[in-house]
């Protein structure tokens, strides 16, 4: 089992940065990939941005020169730092986990393990 806890979502204006944090315990060793997805209401869950334990990062093209995702080794926190912010990035913000070290997947089908959210307001 791994769990999963995200933080630093919150209310920003338009052009601000934001960086949510996910906390992972339990059976974190080993090959894993962790990923970012958003979920805006009335609409579908949608990939963000992932990292994987062998080195492979992918963005969403909504995300590719605003936001880095990183991970912090020694404490196991994987990161998503989100600038430029715009309206359009409200929404709240999942990190999930699986135990494919190679590849991102960005279907959210493809991960076991999903932290309770953190929600983010853009404001205009």
């Known amino acids: 089992q791994v769990q999963l806890v995200e933080s630093g979502g919150g209310l920003v204006q338009a052009g601000g940065s934001l960086r949510l944090s996910c906390a992972a315990s339990g059976r974190t060793g080993g090959e894993n990939s962790v990923s970012w997805f958003r979920q805006a209401p009335g609409k579908e869950r949608e990939f963000v941005a992932g990292?994987?334990?062998?080195?492979?990062?992918r963005y969403a093209q909504s995300a590719r020169g605003r936001s880095t995702i990183f991970r912090d080794n020694g404490k196991n926190i994987w990161y998503l730092q989100m600038n430029s912010l715009k309206p359009e990035d409200t929404a709240k913000y999942y990190c999930?986990?699986?135990?494919?070290?190679?590849?991102?997947?960005?279907?959210?089908?493809?991960?076991?393990?999903w932290g309770q959210g953190t929600q983010v307001f853009v404001s205009s």
């Open positions: 999930a986990f699986n135990t494919d070290g190679w590849i991102v997947a960005l279907s959210a089908t493809q991960y076991f393990y």
């Open positions: 990292i994987s334990s062998r080195g492979a990062i």
